[in-house]
């Protein structure tokens, strides 16, 4: 059973001290293709994945000119761009980790 109380109910008044704004958040792929446009030069993605995803990636990055603006699968692609990958196993990370390098070829 509730308990009346004489004290009247009160509400929590927000803070009205004045909003940061935080900067827009960027993907991963945002800030990677970013680097690598700065570069000018083959840039070495700094995570390593499978065999499988490694290609598949860079695959992804090779063909991004090919499919609409809206289409991309990598986010941070913009339109026109082409862009030569490779990947290759490397012996930085577990046995059959891989890397992906890629570099702006047209923009």
Not at 8 to 26: D, E, F, H, I, M
Not at 44 to 65: E, F, G
Not at 86 to 93: C, H, L, N, R
Request: proline share 6%; charged share 25%; net charge positive.
């Amino acid at each position: 059973m509730l308990q009346e109380t004489s004290h009247p109910v009160s509400s929590t008044v927000l803070n009205s001290a004045p909003c940061r704004q935080r900067p827009k958040r960027r993907s991963f792929w945002q800030r990677v293709l970013d680097q690598a446009r700065s570069t000018g030069d083959w840039y070495l993605i700094p995570k390593l994945y499978t065999k499988n995803t490694a290609a598949q990636i860079a695959s992804d990055i090779r063909r991004a000119h090919e499919r609409g603006a809206g289409d991309h699968r990598v986010r941070g692609l913009q339109v026109g761009e082409m862009w030569e990958t490779k990947w290759s196993p490397t012996s930085k990370g577990a046995p059959g980790d891989c890397e992906v390098w890629v570099r702006l070829a047209t923009s």
